[in-house]
């Protein structure tokens, strides 16, 4: 799927760096998601934006920071990153909260030096 | 939450070959998706298919919501199906989407 479009592709950082993952779709989906995938694992679920209010953080540390400013966009703030949070981050959008299905973008790959 | 569970966990194939991939639920569901993921990482979407039969070339998927499995087919399999394949399905009432532990398929011409 290449209608979510997340930029960088990749981020090496360190763990004092802060850093921002950019995500961005066109298709006037109301609802986005932010998906952390660690290598040979399924996709799991971090924080879910509905009208562009935070609807669901899954326990997320504090250390990941989203903001969504449009309905077309979603950003995740980085600071003081680990290096087991080193994963692929990937985001997704739907029509609305209760209409799927999602369609993911390619993610960023993020190595935390 | 919803447990998703996929078999099998490893699949290997000769080019050509077919395949029946499953994915069985806890849960009732009013939404399932199957995605490939290829070797880059990238997640496509294959089937969005709450119930029923649908088809896109050589590769269809039924579910039976009822019996809460859904399947996967791949027929005259190519190099380009390897990958993983994941089902993802949501809680009820809920928009989030819990994954299974994905097949890894690997086609060898």
């Known amino acids: 799927d290449t209608e979510v479009t997340q930029t960088p592709k990749h981020l090496v950082m360190g763990m004092t760096n802060k850093k921002s993952l950019k995500c961005e779709q066109h298709?006037?989906?109301?609802?986005m998601y932010w998906y952390k995938q660690k290598a040979k694992k399924p996709p799991e679920l971090m924080f879910v934006?509905?009208?562009?209010?935070?609807?669901i953080n899954e326990s997320v540390p504090s250390r990941f920071s989203p903001e969504c400013p449009n309905s077309s966009l979603l950003n995740l703030h980085l600071h003081a990153l680990q290096p087991e949070d080193s994963a692929l981050y990937l985001c997704?959008?739907?029509?609305?909260?209760?209409?799927?299905?999602?369609?993911f973008g390619d993610g960023t790959r993020l190595s935390i030096l | 939450g919803i447990q998703v569970e996929q078999s099998p966990p490893d699949l290997i194939l000769q080019e050509g070959a077919n395949s029946t991939l499953r994915c069985n639920f806890s849960?009732?569901?009013?939404?399932l998706q199957w995605f490939h993921q290829n070797p880059w990482g990238q997640l496509i979407n294959l089937f969005y298919?709450?119930?029923g039969t649908k088809q896109n070339g050589r590769l269809s998927a039924t579910t039976v919501a009822t019996e809460r499995y859904s399947l996967l087919y791949i027929s005259s399999s190519q190099t380009t199906d390897s990958g993983v394949y994941f089902c993802?399905?949501?809680?009820?009432?809920?928009?989030?989407?819990?994954f299974g532990t994905g097949t890894r398929l690997t086609v060898i011409p």
């Open positions: 997704a959008s739907s029509p609305g909260p209760d209409n799927q299905p999602q369609h």
């Open positions: 298709m006037g989906h109301r609802a």
């Open positions: 934006y509905s009208y562009e209010k935070l609807s």
């Open positions: 849960d009732s569901v009013n939404n």
């Open positions: 298919i709450p119930s």
């Open positions: 993802a399905a949501p809680q009820t009432g809920a928009n989030n989407l819990f």
